[in-house]
T-cell receptor, first 111, second 114 residues
């Protein structure tokens, strides 16, 4: 599985945008970029995924660099409920079904 | 839509006891899987199933059994509980195990083996 690198922690203020970066310099052409988050004492929650183009859904936006070696998860207006550990995961086309969770980025949202 | 339902939420077992962790989904997902999460180690795949009647081992299958008799249910059986199996267990499902689909996780079962 290709490796991803994320900052250990980030801090944001409530109602401000948050940009969570992820580096994946060894990504292959068929790897999908997935983001999950895990709130305290809960199971992981799917956030968004993409392949090449930027993606938007009701939870967040995913901005993928043109060379695909990095991506950014964007929370447009952080709320206290967004405080969680965010995981950036690569999924290979035709590869293993398992999700490989790294250490992720712990996001703290200040009121 | 209940999503993925796991029962029980908490369980304490004595060493050597057996038990079954239940997982049910109502989304007609073909793919289901079990993960365990230990402090500082992230989630690790125990077993998975790509459809009814088909199961396979993940990276940490020892001490666990699974079966998939229906699309909806994927129970995880601990054969003879050991303290090393103290963990939080998550069940996950997906329309397909492929990379173009996200996974839905249950809320977890916190298991303590004494």
């Amino acid at each position: 599985d290709a490796k991803t690198t994320q900052p250990n922690s980030m801090e944001s203020n409530e109602e401000e945008p948050v940009h969570l970066p992820c580096n994946h310099s060894t990504i292959s052409g068929t790897d999908y970029i997935h983001w999950y988050r895990q709130l305290p004492s809960q199971g992981p929650e799917y956030v968004i995924h993409g392949l090449t183009s930027n993606v938007n859904n009701r939870m967040a936006s995913l901005a993928i660099a043109e060379d695909r070696k990095s991506s950014t998860l964007i929370l447009h207006r952080a709320t206290l409920r967004d405080a969680a550990v965010y995981y950036c995961i690569l999924r290979e086309q035709g590869g293993s079904e398992k999700l490989v969770f790294g250490k992720g980025t712990k996001l703290t949202v200040n009121p | 839509n209940a999503g993925v339902t796991q029962t029980p939420k908490f369980q304490v077992l004595k060493t050597g006891q057996s038990m079954t962790l239940q997982c049910a989904q109502d989304m007609n997902h073909e793919y289901m899987s079990w993960y365990r999460q230990d402090p500082g180690m992230g989630l690790r795949l125990i077993h998975y199933s790509v459809g009814a009647g088909i199961t396979d081992q993940g990276e940490v299958p020892n001490g666990y059994n699974v079966s998939r008799s229906t699309t909806e249910d994927f129970p995880l059986r601990l054969l003879s509980a050991a303290p090393s199996q103290t963990s939080v267990y998550f069940c996950a499902s997906s329309y397909s195990g492929g990379p173009g689909y996200g996974y839905t996780f249950g809320s977890g079962t916190r298991l303590t083996v004494v």
